[in-house]
C-alpha cells in the first residue's frame, strides 16, 4: 500500500497571502502526524477539504490542534465532525486497511529525556526539572484549557501533570496492542517522537526538549513495529531502532518552508516489512 507521510502543516490564515505549497502525490492513504493548524475547527476544516477527497487520511492530534479548547471537548468535536468521511483521527484508537494496521495517539511526553541541563539528575528530579522548564517555556499551557476539574486557587490551563497523565495512558495503550499479534505491517502513528535522537540538534540542552520527545526505544525494540511515524519537531528523519523504521515528515512554520525543516511533499512510502 502506498502511503503519504506529512505532519505539522501550521495552515494559518497566511496561506492566503503566500499560499500553501502542499502538493498531493498518488497514495492510497494520507497518514498526518498533527499540528494541521491552532485550532481544532480550522485542522478539520483543512483536511476535510484539502486531502479527504484525494484520499482517506488517517491522523492523530497534534499539540497545536488543541489550542484554545480542552483535550476532551477538541476530541468530542472531531468525533462528530468525522461521522460518515473517510478521515479517521485516532486517539488511543487502531485503524486497519488491507495489511496495515495503525495504531495511533498524541502521546504528549513522560518529561523524562536526558536532552538538556538537568539531565544528569535521577529520574524523578530530572521529570521534576523538566516539568516545572517547560511550563515555563511552552506556549501549550497557555493555549490549552485543561480537562479536569478546577480546583480553588488553580489555573484554568493544562498542566505538566495533566499531559504526563495522558501520556502514560496512551504509552499503556500502545504497549498492548503491540502484544497483539498482526499479520501484516504495523505502523505506530504520535505527535510527539518516540525518541530523543529525533531531536532537532538545533536545541541542544534546552529543556523544551522534554516536551517533544519521550524514550519508547525499549518499547520499540522489544515489540517492533514496522514503522513509528511522529510529528512535531520540525525536522525530517528517517532512521532505524532496532528493526522499526522512524519517520518524520514536517512541513513546518512558514518562516521555515524554504527547505528549513527538509519536508519532502512527494513523500510516499510503500508499507511492506523492509519499506522503500
Known amino acids: 500500500m502506498k502511503v503519504w507521510l506529512i505532519s505539522d502543516l501550521h495552515s494559518s490564515p497566511l496561506d492566503l497571502l503566500y499560499g500553501n505549497s502542499l502538493v498531493i502525490p498518488e497514495a492510497d492513504l494520507c497518514v498526518c502526524a498533527g499540528d494541521v493548524a ?49 478521515v479517521h483521527v485516532l486517539e488511543n484508537e487502531e485503524f486497519r486497511k488491507d495489511d496495515l494496521r495503525i495504531i495511533g495517539a498524541t502521546l504528549w511526553t513522560d518529561y523524562g529525556v536526558r536532552a538538556h541541563a538537568g539531565g544528569r539528575l535521577p529520574i524523578q528530579q530530572r521529570r521534576a526539572f523538566a516539568m516545572e522548564g517547560c511550563y515555563r517555556v511552552m506556549v501549550d499551557f497557555r493555549a490549552i484549557l485543561r480537562s479536569d476539574e478546577r480546583q480553588d486557587g488553580q489555573g484554568r490551563f493544562v498542566t505538566p501533570e495533566e499531559i504526563f497523565s495522558r501520556h502514560r495512558e496512551s504509552r499503556a495503550y500502545i504497549e498492548n496492542r503491540l502484544k497483539e499479534p498482526f499479520e501484516g505491517s504495523t505502523m505506530v502513528l504520535t505527535h510527539h517522537a518516540p525518541s530523543p535522537r529525533s531531536l532537532d540538534r538545533r536545541f541542544k540542552g534546552q529543556v523544551s526538549n522534554a516536551a517533544f520527545a519521550s524514550d519508547l526505544s525499549a518499547v520499540i525494540r522489544k515489540r517492533r513495529p514496522t514503522f513509528w511515524v511522529h510529528g512535531h519537531i520540525h525536522r525530517f528523519c ?13 512541513m513546518g512554520y512558514h518562516r521555515e518552508r524554504s527547505g528549513w525543516t527538509g519536508f519532502r511533499p512527494g513523500f510516499v512510502i510503500e508499507t511492506t516489512p523492509l519499506g522503500d
Do not use: K, Q
Open 238 to 250: 528517517d532512521y532505524r531502532e532496532g528493526e522499526t523504521r522512524i519517520l518524520c515528515n514536517p
Open 38 to 86: 491552532g485550532s481544532i475547527e480550522r485542522s478539520m476544516n483543512y483536511v476535510l477539504s484539502e486531502i479527504a477527497h484525494r484520499m482517506p487520511v488517517v491522523m492523530t492530534l497534534g499539540n497545536h490542534d488543541y489550542y484554545g479548547s480542552t483535550i476532551c471537548r477538541t476530541l468530542d468535536y472531531v468525533r462528530r465532525e468525522t461521522v460518515g468521511t473517510n
